[in-house]
């Protein structure tokens, strides 16, 4: 069972790499954690780790402004929705 710790640290690094924006730094977050055994599959393209990214900054508890702000507006710019947990 994964502990309390651990999850507290690993909602930092993985809030911390999205909110860079750095798909590298978000990459290198997920092997670390593979190899843990938290995740099994491969990520798909930078692509699409990259739109990922912005629409996990919008369903963050508490995300900066600035950061929801440039997701939207990369989402839109890219022909993406920019509420992706609305119909």
Do not use: C, T
């Amino acid at each position: 069972m994964i502990g309390k710790e651990f999850m507290a640290q690993w909602v930092k690094e993985r809030d911390e790499a999205i909110l860079s924006l750095d798909v590298a730094k978000f990459r290198q977050f997920y092997e670390k954690y593979k190899a843990l055994g938290v995740y099994k599959s491969e990520l798909p393209s930078d692509e699409i780790v990259e739109a990922s990214m912005r629409q996990a900054i919008l369903g963050m508890a508490n995300p900066p402004k600035e950061a929801v702000e440039e997701a939207k507006k990369w989402l839109r710019d890219h022909g993406l929705n920019d509420d992706p947990w609305k119909e």
